[in-house]
């Protein structure tokens, strides 16, 4: 099971710096982890992304156990061996899966009833399988089975989720400790909507279970950013401060900075990953659009503060080109850069944290991305 060391709190914000020790090595926070939903992060070798600095990646459950299945990670060892990683690997429970894919899932207190976005065979998720899905996986830290709700939505569907997200945490924690023997690490998450006392009384549920870490879920489901640094600001401080807390699926690097800064250690999301196929590519000097004709004859890099592998060998002109003519090596190039960018964000931010400096970075930061190219 891990452990998590508190390094130093920012002396001019609640930003904290960390290591989380794990059966596959330690973690430094604050963290991103790169989603490699089915076992990859679309288009990188997990050579690739120990070059980029990854140290723990996500998979999710939802997707893994539909294909490959529990039968071939089994075979494997795992989704360590079946990727080639042997770093930390953290998944979701699936959860958030479902409720994206709500059309085809129906929820009660048993679980999760849903129908496969790939050929409509049915299924039932259960706090237990999941439990038990995660522990094939082999995951290092391995999520509760939660219900995560649409923005906006009522207090009482709001009430409601948070009532089945304790009573799912409550099984997933037993069946973890009599099915596992606890040999990863077990993280609850708190729900409640957009309603403050709905949130306090989900996170003190939760920290009563007693779990190794915490996360905060149900937010960037399409709620203001304001709203969303309002949630997550009143939440952390709820939760305890020897324990790991990640926020689950935020989000852009001003998200990450201004949660950070609210006390938050881990964070994943598919925008660099997604964005990079897409062409939106992420620099310290703002966002841009690599298919926009400014950039046909540019010889510089995309950014020239950038030491990522992308940065050090080609041109805007070239991944432009490589991009409008839909060439493979477009994705790799623009997703190894935005990869490097998040991670390099972080370790800035851990250094600043570090430092006692967080205030200034935070602040220079705001005013670099905000000068554009």
């Known amino acids: 099971m891990l452990t998590f060391e508190l390094e130093n709190s920012s002396s001019d914000s609640s930003a904290r710096a960390g290591r989380i020790h794990t059966a596959h090595g330690e973690i430094q926070t604050p963290i991103f982890m790169p989603v490699g939903t089915l076992g990859t992060v679309k288009g990188l070798t997990p050579e690739d992304l120990l070059d980029c600095g990854s140290q723990i990646i996500l998979g999710n459950t939802y997707h893994l156990y539909l294909r490959p299945g529990a039968e071939l990670l089994s075979r494997f060892g795992g989704l360590h061996s079946f990727m080639h990683w042997d770093k930390p690997l953290l998944?979701?429970?699936?959860?958030f899966q479902v409720f994206s894919l709500?059309?085809?899932?129906k929820i009660t207190d048993e679980g999760y009833r849903f129908q496969s976005h790939i050929d409509g065979s049915s299924h039932l998720f259960t706090p237990e399988s999941v439990v038990a899905m995660q522990d094939v996986i082999g995951s290092d830290i391995m999520m509760c089975l939660d219900q995560c709700i649409p923005y906006?939505?009522?207090?009482?569907?709001a009430e409601k989720a948070l009532e089945r997200t304790t009573l799912w945490a409550q099984r997933c924690k037993k069946a973890w400790q009599e099915e596992t023997e606890c040999r990863n690490s077990l993280f609850g998450i708190v729900q409640g909507g957009m309603f403050a006392d709905l949130r306090k009384r989900?996170?003190?549920?939760?920290?009563?279970?007693?779990?190794?870490?915490?996360?905060?879920?149900?937010?960037?489901?399409?709620?203001?950013?304001?709203?969303?640094?309002?949630?997550?600001?009143?939440?952390?401080?709820?939760?305890?401060?020897?324990?790991?807390?990640?926020?689950?699926?935020?989000?852009?690097?001003?998200?990450?900075?201004?949660?950070?800064?609210?006390?938050?250690?881990?964070?994943?999301?598919?925008?660099?990953s997604r964005n990079?196929?897409?062409?939106?590519?992420?620099?310290?000097?703002?966002?841009?659009?690599?298919?926009?004709?400014?950039?046909?004859?540019?010889e510089k890099p995309l950014d020239e503060t950038c030491t990522c592998y992308t940065c050090r060998y080609?041109?805007?002109?070239?991944?432009?080109?490589?991009?409008?003519?839909?060439?493979?090596?477009?994705?790799?190039?623009?997703?190894?850069?935005n990869i490097h960018y998040y991670l390099d964000l972080m370790r800035n931010m851990r250094s600043a944290i570090l430092e006692?400096?967080?205030?200034?970075?935070?602040?220079?930061f705001r005013e670099e991305r905000a000068r554009g190219l």
């Open 91 to 95: 998944t979701d429970s699936g959860g």
């Open 102 to 105: 709500a059309a085809l899932s």
């Open 152 to 157: 906006p939505a009522d207090r009482t569907l």
């Open 202 to 272: 989900s996170a003190q549920e939760l920290v009563d279970l007693d779990f190794p870490g915490y996360a905060i879920g149900g937010l960037s489901v399409g709620e203001p950013t304001e709203l969303m640094y309002e949630m997550g600001s009143f939440t952390l401080p709820l939760l305890p401060e020897n324990k790991p807390r990640y926020v689950m699926g935020v989000g852009t690097p001003e998200n990450l900075v201004e949660l950070v800064s609210h006390g938050a250690d881990m964070f994943d999301c598919v925008m660099p």
């Open 276 to 298: 990079a196929r897409n062409g939106k590519l992420f620099t310290r000097y703002g966002d841009i659009n690599i298919a926009n004709s400014r950039f046909r004859m540019d």
């Open 314 to 337: 080609y041109s805007r002109a070239y991944l432009r080109h490589l991009y409008k003519t839909r060439e493979l090596l477009a994705y790799r190039l623009n997703t190894l850069h």
């Open 356 to 364: 006692n400096s967080f205030a200034a970075f935070r602040s220079t």
